[in-house]
Nanobody
Framework: QVQLVESGGGLVQPGGSLRLSCAAS????????VGWYRQAPGKQRELVAESTRDGRTTYTDSVQGRFTISRDNALNTVYLQMNSLNPADAAIYHC?????????WGQGTPVTVSS
């Protein structure tokens, strides 16, 4: 069993920044990969960024160059630094991982981008 707890969402003006955190209940070095997903109202959930245990990172095209995923293995936390936010980035952001054949999701943290 893995528990994921997200935090850091909130209201930000266009062009602003937020850093999301995803804290895991087990050492993240035991997790092959941790991903950040988002879902906006009326839209499908999409993978935003993923960080693997061996150090690889991937991003969806729309956030490339603006978002950075990173991890702190000592704190068992995966971060998503989001810069130059625009209204299209507004969504509920969830982190997700697979462990022992099961998928685990956090409860999500909302991001609102508005002036």
């Amino acid at each position: 069993q893995v528990q994921l707890v997200e935090s850091g969402g909130g209201l930000v003006q266009p062009g602003g920044s937020l850093r999301l955190s995803c804290a895991a209940s087990i050492p993240i070095l035991r997790l092959k990969a941790v991903g950040w997903y988002r879902q906006a109202p009326g839209k499908q959930r999409e993978l935003v960024a993923e960080s693997t245990r061996d150090g690889r990172t991937t991003y969806t095209d729309s956030v490339q160059g603006r978002f950075t995923i990173s991890r702190d293995n000592a704190l068992n936390t995966v971060y998503l630094q989001m810069n130059s936010l625009n209204p299209a980035d507004a969504a509920i952001y969830h982190c997700r991982t697979n462990y022992m054949g099961n998928a685990y999701w956090g409860q999500g943290t909302p991001v609102t981008v508005s002036s």
